[in-house]
């Protein structure tokens, strides 16, 4: 139609040729896109900006019935009010989540390093077998073994522990750890590592001094996987830890979601909510092309 | 044995022997107690134990929804508390377990052992020995509020005695204004309905287990049915709030506080909670009746009992005995419009001149507690069938549906 | 070498450090994997309460679990759900990531964002959904209230189907951006000629779509498709935070049956034959990813 038209009154004023029409147009549609791009934007940050929000309101504002839209007052009794919350306050279950997180971090690290390092340049019997063990550690979830897992936790006496979960948590990084990690070994060029073996290196101290700083940005990745995972899963810490004192974040706020004193308190909710959120969020903005990079390769690839 | 080796036997067992003298006595014991959340009764009562000074006791408090399973967990790690405060109902399965310390001849030889209340006692038993003793005493009966009464027309003084009156006095608290409702009840909260909608059963001579607690009756007790259909009424014809149908419980006590609800099932720990949040209520009770009249009620509230896996049952059971003396009972429990645990103490100088307390002790006399392994899994759990009947029925009014699942699922969860 | 292991020869060396270098993740694989799996096939044929004696039953609770109504139901819940969960969750993921494909001013930003929900655990988010759906302080009434849109606070959560869809929302929210980002990089992988050929030949919009996007990134939807549906299946979180199972037990997925059994009713024998037929149906969907994404490589 556009062009029919255009071909009708070719001389016309003359000012717009086809192509500065096409141009036109071309800014049109961008602005729409961003226009567009914005309102879901506004959308998809709009769960975490009230939350944050909400959280800034006096706790009897938080509990307003109907809700204010915008805080009248920025206040942050409702972190304190977390803090007065159970035996432990908020600040002992971010140390849990905390300990939890940084043993998976160390754990995946050290084990898909070496893991990753010995499947990518060594030759060994049994080795496509043991890969392939490792692997399909990821076809099935840990949902499904649960129930044997707590009743090993118990009997090694690591049920309701930080490092008894922290182990589930490593075993169920491992996979991906691995896998990405080997593949990180195996772009390294191997004529580096056979000069420093010439050298007298042993292959630990290779791995040690050379090797990492090659593959950095995997082990950026599996770290920043292993820390986010462990510090969001919820239903393994749900089933391991009965002990209140030793709940991660995300039991812990379901605690204060059923309400000890049979009124929900909303307020200091969200401000658990903003709490757990924090430190996922500023991980993933600070570090996200290793993020991203890793989700792509982990999923894609195998 | 080399010399040396001797001298550190020697050693250790001097420093065992003494020890043992020292955790004898209660000086530096901490114990810990487990204690669904039920306010801050509980609080309260080992706040002024530990005052004592002596042993001291760490409490510890988990959601109701989860006790079970946290409990269950924690035994199953060796890790139970030492003693723990236990919705009465679960007493005969952690009983069963072996999980709690048998205190038979502690029990017996308490000079008011014939004194202390019989439902809450029989629960705390199993295979005859004596496992578990009351602690928290929750009779159900319901709770009214005389302004709305009044305002309705009705006698504020005269509270409804059987099913009728009270759909009559719903109705007519109802018609009031658009704000106002005649009755309220938790219709996503599995253990509120236990509580205070199995006593209308009771009250009228039904049931929906068999006396020996071995078989489901819902399909076969004409009663079931009408009760059904009773609460049935009342949500078609709009006397019930619609945001009861998604209350899992969290509201429960504080519905009726917003001054709106004309009546509605609680227990003694309402009466506190109700008289400091919300003093302008001016309150009346009368018991859960039957259908021509009548009256029953939920023996509810925990027993306490101490884990056998504990290293302290001395300073547990002196916690115990203290809790039941008669200065605790009157001083912590009587004083406080809380029911004791001790029959005889039921009536005191406390509860003389107060109608409500007075109600929620009655209310034991009429009461009942059902005794069974399974009872989380019929009536308490979230995701059971005794709420699942319940909602469909009531809330959807498919009653025999309801009537056909609730007989199919709990006989399923009987025969295990 | 510091092995000491001076007797063997080089290459024997090479095999064992190897060997030595991927024991700790063998051990663990094995400990809290091998195990465990093997476990779960052992203990479905017993009776296993949480606390006391395990006994051997055969194959009772595989035969109960055809008469276990509510199991039933769950299946079927997790299905549908999965079932109604998908579709939103790819088409909005599509469309994010043809928006975001191209390499304009600020598009980061906007990648950033639609992902950023993807890093928050799937509990704590249904806490704050949870938090605005409520029908007294939640802002979604507030809202629609405020806009005339409804005459009184609506209970989102008190009908099986609004609480479905409620969820839904909630679930694409959290997990549209990983399957944006997957379709993004099948996007990209798409060389540009192709289009710019077909535009020469005058191709509109949703010929270039058919005719060449969705053919080209066959695997890639297959993957993201996947991806989803299993983590649609195994589906807790949300349930166990913004419904609790409710209304009438309407939305108790497989995985919140297996916890409830095991770890309330303390069945464990019957929650691990649960988690088996679980098993077999995820092993079924692997398999199928398997078969597509190798059958065009």
Redesign the interface.
């Known amino acids: 139609m556009t062009s029919l038209h255009l071909r009708n009154r070719p001389a016309e004023a003359g000012a717009l040729t086809q192509q500065q029409r096409r141009r036109i147009r071309q800014r049109a549609l961008l602005l729409l896109k961003y226009f567009v791009l914005t309102g879901l934007a506004l959308l998809f940050l709009f769960p975490i900006a009230w939350s944050f929000l909400n959280s800034l309101k006096t706790p009897a504002e938080s509990l307003a019935v109907p809700p204010t839209y915008l805080p009248t007052a920025i206040v942050f009794d409702n972190y304190a009010q977390l803090e007065a919350f159970g035996n432990y306050g908020i600040i002992g279950h971010v140390e849990n989540s905390t300990i939890v997180a940084l043993l998976t971090v160390v754990g995946s690290l050290v084990l898909s390093t070496l893991g990753g390092y010995g499947f990518a340049r060594f030759n060994f019997p049994g080795k496509n077998l043991l890969f392939i063990m490792v692997l399909s550690t990821m076809m099935i979830p840990f949902q499904s073994i649960l129930i044997p897992l707590f009743v090993m936790l118990v009997r090694f006496e690591l049920n309701d522990t930080l490092i008894g979960l922290a182990l589930v948590y490593i075993t169920f990084q491992l996979p991906f750890g691995i896998f990405l990690m080997r593949n990180s070994f195996l772009a390294v060029p191997k004529e580096i590592e056979e000069a420093a073996l010439l050298d007298g290196c042993s292959s630990l101290s290779l791995l040690y001094r050379m090797m990492l700083r090659l593959v950095l940005p995997g082990i950026v990745t599996v770290a920043i996987f292993a820390f986010i995972n462990s510090w969001n899963e919820f239903l393994a810490a749900l089933i391991f830890m009965s002990d209140q004192d030793k709940f991660t974040l995300p039991v812990f706020l379901t605690l204060v979601r059923s309400g000890i004193y049979g009124t929900v308190d909303w307020g200091a909710l969200q401000a658990g909510v903003i709490v757990a959120i924090f430190p996922c969020l500023l991980v993933f903005l600070l570090l996200q092309r290793y993020y991203i990079n890793g989700l792509i390769g982990g999923a894609v690839n195998n | 044995m080399t010399p040396r080796r001797i001298i550190f036997a020697v050693m250790i067992m001097a420093l065992c022997m003494g020890a043992l003298p020292l955790s004898a006595q209660d000086d530096g014991v901490s114990m810990t107690m487990w204690v669904r959340n039920i306010g801050d009764q509980v609080q309260e009562l080992v706040d002024a134990w530990n005052d004592r000074g002596g042993s001291q006791i760490q409490l510890t408090v988990i959601p109701p929804n989860e006790f079970v399973t946290k409990m269950g967990a924690a035994i199953a790690a060796g890790e139970s508390p030492d003693i723990a405060s236990i919705d009465l109902i679960y007493a005969p399965a952690f009983a069963a377990a072996g999980q709690l310390l048998d205190i038979t001849d502690w029990v017996d030889a308490l000079p008011y052992a014939d004194d202390l209340l019989p439902a809450h006692s029989e629960l705390g038993t199993y295979e005859g020995r004596k496992y578990a003793v009351p602690f928290l005493i929750e009779g159900s009966f319901i709770i009214y509020n005389k302004g709305l009464f009044e305002a309705a027309g009705l006698d504020p003084e005269t509270p409804p005695t059987t099913w009728d009156e009270m759909l009559e006095a719903a109705r007519a608290i109802t018609a009031i204004d658009d704000e106002t409702y005649g009755y309220y009840f938790a219709g996503a909260c599995a253990g509120c309905n236990a509580f205070t909608y199995l006593p209308f059963i009771w009250a009228s001579g039904g049931d929906v287990l068999s006396d020996d607690y071995n078989a489901a009756t819902i399909a076969s007790d004409p009663i079931v049915r009408e009760a059904l259909e009773y609460y049935r009424t009342m949500w078609e014809e709009g006397l019930i709030p619609e945001s009861a149908s998604i209350d899992d419980g969290s509201s429960f006590v504080s519905a009726f506080g917003t001054g709106t609800i004309g009546m509605a099932g609680t227990g003694a720990f309402g009466i506190n909670t109700y008289r400091n949040d919300h003093p302008d209520l001016e309150l009346g009770a009368f018991h859960i009746p039957g259908k021509e009249g009548g009256a029953s009620s939920f023996g509810g509230g925990d027993v306490i009992a101490i884990g056998s896996g504990t290293q302290h049952p001395q300073e547990a059971w002196a916690f115990l005995e203290w809790m039941m003396s008669d200065e605790t009972q009157l001083e912590h429990y009587a004083a406080r419009n809380r029911t004791t645990v001790r029959v005889s103490m039921l009536e005191n100088e406390y509860s003389q001149d107060d109608p409500l307390v007075l109600t929620a002790a009655s209310a034991l006399a009429v009461g009942k507690s059902p005794y069974s392994l399974v009872y989380n899994d019929l009536f308490n759990d979230p995701n059971g069938p005794w709420l699942e009947m319940i909602q469909i029925a009531i809330l959807d009014g498919d009653i025999e549906g309801a009537l056909q699942l609730g007989q199919d699922r709990f006989t399923q969860i009987i025969e295990g | 070498?510091?092995f000491g292991l001076g007797s063997l020869s080089w290459e024997q060396r090479?095999?064992?450090?190897?060997?030595?270098?991927?024991l700790?993740?063998?051990l663990?694989?094995t400990?809290?994997?091998?195990?465990?799996?093997a476990?779960?096939v052992f203990?479905s044929f017993h009776d296993w309460?949480?606390?006391?004696e395990q006994s051997w039953i055969g194959t009772t609770n595989y035969t109960e679990l055809a008469?276990?109504?509510?199991f039933l139901k769950s299946l079927d819940f997790t299905f549908r759900y999965t079932l109604f969960v998908t579709p939103p969750i790819f088409i909005l993921g599509f469309i994010?990531a043809s928006?975001?494909r191209h390499q304009?001013r600020?598009i980061g930003?906007?990648r950033?964002?639609?992902?950023?929900?993807v890093?928050?655990?799937?509990?704590?988010?249904s806490?704050?959904?949870?938090?605005?759906l409520?029908?007294?302080?939640?802002?979604f009434?507030?809202m629609l209230?405020d806009l005339d849109l409804i005459a009184k606070?609506q209970?989102f959560?008190?009908k099986p189907a609004t609480a479905m869809n409620v969820i839904i929302l909630s679930v694409v929210?959290k997990t549209v951006g990983?399957t944006m980002?997957?379709l993004l990089?099948g996007l990209q992988s798409i060389p540009d000629e192709l289009y710019e050929s077909a535009d020469v030949d005058g191709a509109g919009y949703f010929r270039k779509l058919f005719y060449i996007t969705l053919p080209l990134m066959r695997r890639?939807i297959a993957?993201a498709l996947i991806?989803s549906v299993?983590g649609s299946v195994?589906a807790?979180?949300q349930f166990?935070?913004i419904t609790?199972?409710?209304?009438?037990?309407s939305t108790?997925s497989i995985?919140?049956w297996?916890?409830?059994n095991?770890?309330?009713?303390?069945k464990?024998g019957y929650?691990?034959a649960m988690?088996?037929v679980?098993?077999g149906i995820?092993?079924a969907l692997?398999s199928i990813q398997y078969y597509v994404l190798r059958e065009r490589v």
């Open positions: 070498m510091t090479r095999k064992l450090t190897g060997l030595l270098f991927v700790p993740t063998v663990f694989v400990v809290f994997f091998i195990i465990p799996l476990m779960t203990m309460p949480l606390i006391g008469n276990d109504r509510q994010l928006l975001v304009i600020f930003i906007y950033t964002i639609f992902f950023l929900p890093v928050i655990g799937l509990g704590v988010s806490l704050i959904w949870v938090w605005m409520d029908q007294r302080v939640g802002i009434n507030k209230l606070p209970l959560l008190a929210w990983f980002i997957l990089a890639t993957l991806l299993i195994l807790f979180d166990y935070i609790r199972g409710g209304p009438r037990n108790i995985v919140y297996i916890f409830n095991s770890f309330t009713y303390w464990m929650g691990s988690s088996i679980l098993l995820l092993v692997s």
